[in-house]
Antibody, heavy 116, light 113 residues
């Protein structure tokens, strides 16, 4: 069974930093591309970032470019999202997801709240 | 960026009736090298992550009931629920994965009439 478990969310003040993690199991993590997608309270889905299986290709949404960094550790079956210079509008549930072209499997999400 | 526009924003359908959701992209998501439309559909219930229903515009994900079907090509796509069940109450999203950034439609809320 595919399992994606996010952690690291919480409350942070504007300008602060958080590092999200996603632990993957039940599939060959090193063979899959991975994404982060977020959902602000009561809003729709917004794609945040993508990393290819080999980490050779990395992309970001314009809204987070220069502030967020995606990475992965295939030896630990883990995906990460380093979030710096956080803003109020980054408040959302952050989902990690596996992809092979389309986004396939999703974690339950971790809530990030940016507020003073 | 490719803009995805869904219609309607909200839809109320009687149990057992057909529900149809439209998704239009601002440019074609048909990739000529594999002749596939890079378009997927997801279902999201309250408090849950999205669930993949359809990919390549019309391929049903394993385990998804056959009352869900996807159609369309190029820039115009449709998700059809042939006979709405109570458990289908949810928000439905389309996603294009043809280009970067990946972009979602704004969502369509499906409820029982």
């Amino acid at each position: 069974e595919v399992k994606l478990v996010e952690s690291g969310g919480g409350w942070v003040q504007p300008g602060g930093s958080l590092r999200l993690s996603c632990a993957a199991s039940g599939f060959t993590f090193s063979s899959y591309n991975m994404d982060w997608v977020r959902q602000a309270p009561g809003k729709g889905l917004e794609w945040v970032s993508y990393i290819s299986s080999s980490s050779s290709d990395i992309y970001y949404a314009d809204s987070v470019k220069g502030r967020f960094t995606i990475s992965r550790d295939s030896a630990k079956n883990s995906l990460f999202l380093q979030m710096n210079s956080l803003r109020d509008e980054d408040t959302a549930v952050y989902f990690c997801a596996s992809s092979s072209g389309h986004i396939k499997d999703w974690g339950q999400g971790t809530l990030v709240t940016v507020s003073s | 960026d490719i803009v995805m526009t869904q219609s309607p924003d909200s839809l109320a359908v009687s149990l057992g009736e057909r529900a149809t959701i439209s998704c239009k992209s601002s440019q074609s998501v048909l990739y000529s090298s594999n002749n596939k439309n890079w378009l997927a559909w997801y279902q999201q219930k309250p408090g849950q992550p999205p669930k993949l229903l359809i990919y390549w515009a019309s391929t049903r994900e394993s385990g998804v009931p056959d009352r869900f079907s996807g159609s369309g090509s190029g820039t115009d796509f449709t998700l059809t629920i042939s006979s709405l069940q109570a458990e289908d109450v949810a928000v439905y999203y389309c996603l294009q994965y043809y280009g970067v950034p990946r972009t979602f439609g704004q969502g369509t809320n499906v409820e029982i009439k």
